[in-house]
Each structure stands twice: as C-alpha cells, then as structure tokens.
C-alpha cells in the first residue's frame, strides 16, 4: 500500500522576542518528529495541550513551513518556505478546523463557499461548478437546498458538514483534522464521526486526526501517536497502544482521560433523553 505522507526528523521554530529587558530566544514546539500514513488509514495525533500536536498538523496541512527535517506528500519533497505548492499539491491536502463556524464566512452563502475553491483551481463552468457544490452537499448529508443559505442558519453539527464538504470539494487524497469533533455535542460528534468513516471508506481518504479524546481515537484510528512536549514518545497501532501503552506519558495520560467507545457516547446520550423531562 504507498505511503500518503511522510515526515522524517521534522522540527519547528519559534523566536519569542524577549521584551525591553529579556532575551530573544527560540523555542522548539515541534521536535524530531518522524511518522508515515498509508493511503486510506487515519493516523491519530494525540496529547495535553501545547504537545505540538496542532503545530504538527499545521506542517502537514502546507500552512506552516517546517524549520527542519523533510515532509513528503505523495512521494514527492515539500518544503513551503523553499518553493511554494502549486496547485496540484494543495489539492491533494485539506486541512478541517476546530471551530466550523470561525472557519466560515458568515457573510458568505454556503454555496459560494463550497464553490470557491472551484473556481480558484478549476476551469469548472459555473454550472459545473454548482452541481458539484449540491452533490457534496448531499454527500455529508445535507441538501442541495442549502445552496443558498448562510452558516449561521445551520447547527454546529451541520456547519462542520459544511466545513468538511468545502474540504472535498477538490478530491484531495489528505485530510487533515484538528480536533474536527471536540466542540460538537456527544450525539452530533457520533454522527460526525460516522460520516467521516463513510466518507474514508468510498473515497479512499487519508486521515491525520488530531485529538484529545481518547474515545474519539479509539473509534476512528489505525494508528496512534502520542505527542508530550513537542516530541512522539510512542507510536503503535490503536489495538496495540490502548491495550498494552510502553510510555510512561502515555500510561499517564490514558489514566488521566476517561476512555470509552462510539457505542458508550450513544448510550450515555440516550440516558441523558430519558431523563429529560417532558
């Protein structure tokens, strides 16, 4: 099976000024990282925050440029503060945001929004370009009638349907994912989360999913990387690391994180609606 992405001792810089009296210096967010995903698999990037994991993301996504180490996107070298990526290259990876709402233009009706990219990087009549805006749309499941509608007419749920159908919209090999579900709702993350599986397996994707939610790895993963202060200690397969964890930060951070499964967030929501009063 080929190899999606791969990075290979990858590091990141920051130089924080050190005010009127301090010194300047650099911090090392990201260090030495090393990892590969095989076409169709999800790799899953996880640890407390300022682990390095969503600076990590934004290096496989083509925001941010590395400081050091190699990236390879399809067998092919990428490094954005050399050379930037042509169109090709931002086709193939798409990155899908924490908060779907920040991530759209509320002055922006959805259909211009999941067209844009289109007609950026497309030759797509404008007919073309609206019928394949609708069929998407259907595709995460929404309707084609929601063209024309503004993001703050749909629930959080739907606006990161929205958010990972503009992601699509130029058959990208790659998603990139941070914490795509962890400001959803327990029932809308198990939706969200079915969708994403379906969506992997009809479309061949490749997944990097960034995450704090252990509950949420455990159902979406194939592989698991566990970040601590801008390095991977440990990385092993889902079944692997959950059952048998050989880091003593990994051993710490499960204990710390209640860890359940998809059909768990279903079961503790159904009891929630039970209580609820008439």
Known sequence: MSTVVQGRGLTQDYHVSGGLLGRAKTVRAVKGVDFAVEKGKTLAIVGESGSGKSTLARII?????????????????????????????????????????????????????LTEPLLLNTKDSGKERREKAEAMLEKVGLQAA????????????????????RALMLNPELLVLDEAVSALDLSVQAQVLNLLSDLQEELGLTYVFISHDLSVVRYIA????????????????????????????????????????????????ARRKARAPV
């Open 61 to 113: 996504a083509l925001i941010d440029a590395q400081s050091g180490g190699s990236l390879e996107i399809g067998g092919q070298a990428v490094d954005i503060s050399k050379r930037k990526p042509d169109h090709r290259l931002r086709s193939m990876v798409q990155m899908v945001f924490q908060n779907p709402y920040g991530s759209l233009n509320p002055r922006q009706k959805v259909g211009d929004c």
């Open 146 to 165: 929601h063209f024309n509608r503004y993001p703050h007419m749909f629930s959080g749920g739907q606006r990161q349907r929205i958010a990972i159908a």
């Open 222 to 269: 194939d592989e698991v990387m566990v970040m601590n202060k801008g390095e991977a200690v440990e990385q092993a397969s889902r079944d692997q690391i959950f059952a048998d964890p050989q880091h003593p930060y990994t051993r710490q951070l499960f204990a710390a994180t209640p860890v359940t499964d998809l059909a768990a967030i279903r079961a503790r929501v």
